[in-house]
């Protein structure tokens, strides 16, 4: 901020009196604390060993045994949103982050841009004079700025952060990440073979960024907002974490339940007497069949040992991501700065259903509406963890992980948002090892952080005056087990489900596909008195009308004041689809339908690249070849879906990778000889199959003449949900075919330019594709 200037000027310099004071930085509080916020993702309190759960963690372990373990701390039930809430202190509709920002409408609370109301908390420290870093997962960037021609003023360094070193989207492959730092795209440093993971990369770099701060300015605090791809999808871990979990949980995930409520009742996490919810709560089917849990006891002995493999995958991800945490730990114990550094580490959500009822070995095809059948997946199960598996766990472990709740991530029952939170601060809390059952929510981080750091939100940044925090700090608990909780109300609302927390009470609604889409009206509401009955296992709606109806105009107001509405929980269908398509983002598409890519560029966003899905199209580069030629001319995606057009062994390739579904789809031909060449390929879309996939022929065309040419199906949605971006002239990120390893840059000629023209599209099948990209979160 600009400060006054108080020196004295004159005509001479010689009579004048300099004012350095007017130009430097500020200088944070004596004695302020170092600020470490860790946030995994996708894990309920259930999971991990500081509240009772089978999965290590050593070093949040060590943190709750110097620090506080918090049994009351709620989330928004998904990630974008959550992670908003730690941006900025206010509510996420607020924020603009309703969702995450890939589903974004054109609604206040909707956009995925944050307004310019609600300044960042890194903006504010910066200002006060700490040095402010995001490491890892961001998923706040609105989906139009993803790309390299937009503007940076949402990305991390245009939200007030120093420095950022990750990835954009919500999730990405943990051996071939697609990575970023501060304002672009980069490869990573080295790959899976030399002994690369996400986890380790982002701690090295996490490590290296406090280092150069403390070697540069030792006085000055800092704050690091560190954000591992853990426990996100993909599940992937270093083998010897993974055989440590090796029949951990061959019980099962009822048996887990049974197993896990006892040991969070006996550490103080959950109070004598709380219930455990029914596994199924809706047996009619009210949240949809992708939500359903098969019974332990219905599997038969594969399906079983499949479904504990991937819970043991899962299990060696978290832990081996937590001891790269402790690698951040210990240095700043080693160096002196632990005692007054406020380490808060928590998840932004519940459990992940999204593995289906099945569990998946390619994510990819859950979102695509392709069915991840056991017999596709048995074959894999020593694979998973690997880079050979994209996979992730049934919803069974979500709802085990999740004990005693209902439900998981995406619903507003406990299970959904109620989370994992641990706070270490030796310098600024007295107690050790305690409990602390405080109501407290995600919008608390902020006031919590900038009181512990002495500082005050301003009333105006950047000349624009500021919304007010939404949530209270949470100092007053640390010192003081007893001391009643200072929060009053917390409304929440994901996909249309709704609830809001009144002073121990809590009204939840029932809402599903079963009981109609937009049916706001009809829905059913839950009572629940959360001081009584901590897992919501008893309804008093009947009981206590006059309450519940209290609590549904609470919810209303809370709503209207923070962007609520319009409620949204279109899932693209039927008659939503038109509805949806004139609110979602359009990224702009060239009069011509074609787009034009160079070689020696960044990667570009899937989100912002030439739409191949559900689509006819051609590809055509423009090539001048020597007898040496060999590499990709393109790619896009991975071996788990995606594209790429390259040359080996003297053949002109084209394949189209369908969701890593053997076996591989490929043209080939000789390639040309040396010189000035046209190569491309030609789909026609024809007809679409029985789960929305595309068919049709496709042809590979050298110099007009087609050269080669076959039947194959292309996917309606996404290749992946990792963001593996169009490369032109290298695969940016993991293979797209067996025939080649990464990057395989393309030598012994040149590359003028690739077209893909979509122009001529025979069918577009919009409610197949857009239903697709509603579905990732």
Known sequence: MAREFKGTINLDVRDSVPDWSAFLDATAPEGAPNVLVVLYDDTGCAAWSPYGGRIQMPTMDRLAKDGLTYSQWHTTALCSPTRSCFLTGRNHHQNGFA??????????????????????????????????????????????????????????????????????GGETNQWYPDLAEDNHYIDQPYGPEDGYHLSKDLADKALS?????????????????????????????????????KGKFDDGYEAYREWVLPRMIERGILPEGTDLTELNPMPDGTFGPNDAVRPWDSLTAEERALFSRMAEVYAALSEYTDAQVGRIIDYLEESGQLDNTLVIYAADNGASGEGSPNGSVNEGKYFNGWPDRIEDNLPLKDK?????????????????????????????YQGGVCDPLVIHWPAGIRARGEVRDQ???????????????????????????????????????????????????????????RAIWHRGWKAVTEHGPTLGRGRFDKDVWQLFHTDEDRSEARDLADEHPDRLREMQALWLEEAKRNNVLPLNDMNVIGEDLQKFLEMEFHAPVPPSGTYVYYPGTSSVPERSAANVHAVSYKVIAELDLTDQARGVVFAQGSRFGGHALFIEDGQLHYVFNFLGVPPEQRVSAPVPGPGKHLVGVEFTKARTGEHGESHGPLKLHIDGEVAAEAEIRTNSGHFTLCGEGLCIGYDGGDAVSSLYKPRFEFTGGTIAKVVFDVADDAYVDLEQHHAAAMARD
């Open 384 to 412: 998973l963890g690997s880079p050979d598996a994209y996979n992730h766990y049934p919803t069974g472990w979500a709802a085990a992980f999740s004990t005693p709740y209902r439900m998981f991530k995406r619903y507003v």
């Open 209 to 245: 960024f406090i280092r150069d701060s403390k070697q540069s300015a030792p006085e000055k605090p800092w704050y690091l907002w560190f954000c591992p791809g853990a426990n996100h999808a993909p599940h992937h871990a270093p083998q010897e974490y993974i055989d440590k979990y």
């Open 439 to 497: 109501y407290h929510h995600a919008t608390d981080i902020v006031p919590t952080i900038l009181d512990a750091c002495g500082v005050e939100f301003p009333e105006v940044v950047g000349g624009i005056r500021q919304t007010p925090l939404a949530g209270v700090s949470m100092r007053y608990s640390f010192d003081a087990a007893d001391a009643p909780t200072a929060k009053e109300t917390q409304y929440y609302e994901m996909f249309g489900h």
């Open 99 to 168: 969702t995450i920002s890939e589903s974004s409408t054109g609604f206040p609370g909707y956009s995925s841009h944050l307004p310019a109301e609600n300044a960042t908390m890194a903006t504010v420290l910066r200002d006060a004079g700490w040095s402010t870093f995001w490491v890892g997962k961001n998923h706040n960037v609105p989906v139009d700025e993803w790309h390299m021609g937009a503007s940076k003023k949402n990305w991390p360094l245009g939200m007030g952060y120093d420095r950022f070193y990750g990835f954009i």
